[in-house]
């Protein structure tokens, strides 16, 4: 986590020193606030914005490098384009865009949240502050050689300066919540496996207690017991005993059935007996994305006191090979009571969220459920990086989903579920088996977990290709963007809270 950088609040007036960043429109015009700032300096930007061709454009940037009549030493200029066309998102761009333009060295920063027409508003800031926080992240923990002290990473303040600085911090406090969220999925994914085993990770989610969240952890003998066989096969290989978190945040009405939220937590993927090549298996430390946005996601909403029942599960495992391994060729039996024949080793995140989901709605009786899973590698290749794989059995859940994904940026494309990939996982000697072919792999992924959600609505997203490398964006430099977390808090806010 990004800990030595600060952010506050104070009124909109010229800094004495430091990096001053400013908003114009696509005709290069500044607010009032703004111009009253910089006095008149507010000229040197149209020179500048000449010799560089600057036209004020959305996320376009000029620099002014000692500006005269300015205590500022940096003046960076941000195009808003259009003032009419914003919308929420591209105030987290934006305060992505001004994070990115801190120079290293920098110890303040000021940024003026005021456009041509009016001051930004509360909410506007909080967007604004949620992207500054989300690019300045960095994961470094594990990087000994601390960095220089006068190094941007080792200690900048941003201040924003606001039209009503107490408000915008009230709100932020709020907001800030679902800030936490992202950085506590980001974390997750990128600790390494030989500290972030199943035990790790329960003890971690242990830790939104204090929030007021329930965290509840199911050991293996607790496994055993509710019959969770498909679960505990694919751990059994491994030195790390498995875990089932059970996180439950009440905000709602009292008795009204919470909405539900599963993740896949393979802490570390080698494929098992049918291991996996070496090149690039050490990606598979990430292979409990899905895991960490449901933990995240629950961070954000408890942070944020969300009016709404929820319950993230999250089902944790190491697939390893070992002589007490399962082999191609098992046959476990879930706790539903199917039977599923292991045909390959490496098709393991299936058999967790089978027990997992069949857990979660028998025990809860959910409004919904949706789970988040590295799932498949077929999905990278359907979709690529950009879109998650959306797989849902209710049109209503499905655009929902497809609009918070529209407004976040964290977008899901809807792939085919269906009686025709159902019949690919027939077994010759159990109920289903857990591979289905060459084609259409993350569908007949799907089809296997569908077996085990009953008649409750639900959503699978296949977040194979947009949990890790994540493509880089204004608003995320590192590995692992958190993906899911702004999208389900969104989906939420929008639909299920009252
Ligand atoms: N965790 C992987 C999927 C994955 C691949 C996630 C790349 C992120 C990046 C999953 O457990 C897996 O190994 N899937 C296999 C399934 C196959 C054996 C049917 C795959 O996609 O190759
Ligand atoms: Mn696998
Ligand atoms: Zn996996």
Redesign the pocket.
Known sequence: MADAFQLGFGPLSAPKTGVLVVFCDDHLALGSATKRALGRAADLIEQAAKADWFKGKNGAVVELLAPQGLAANRLVVIGAGKIGDLKPQDFVKLGGVAMGKVPAGAERVTIFADLPGRPMTDVQIADLALGIRLRNYTFERYKTKKKDADDKAAMVRVEIAAADPRAAQTLWRRRGALADGVIVARDLVHEPPNVLFPAEFARRAGALRKLGVSVQVLDEPAMRKLGMNALLGVGQGSDHDSRVVVMRWNGGKRGEPPIAFVG?G?CF?S?GI?I?PAA?ME??K??M?GAACVTGLMRALAGRKAKVNAVGVVGLVE?MPDGKAQRPGDIVKTMAGHTIEI????????LVLADVLHYTNTRFKPRFMIDL????????VALGQEYAGMFVNDDALASHLTEAGQATGEKVWRMPLGPEYDKLIESRFADMK???GRHG??S??AALLARFVGNTPWAHLD???T???SSQTDINRSWSSGWGVRLLDRLVAEHYEK
């Not at 045909?343 to 299936?350: F, M, Q, V, Y």
């Not at 590295?374 to 999905?379: K, N, Q």
């Open positions: 896949k393979v993927d494929g049918s996996k690039g990606d598979m990430g292979d994305a697939n045909i390959n080793t490496d098709a393991e995140g299936r899973a590295t799932l498949t590698g077929a999905i990278m857990n591979t289905g792999g993350a007949t992924a977040i194979a290709g949990a890790l490398g």
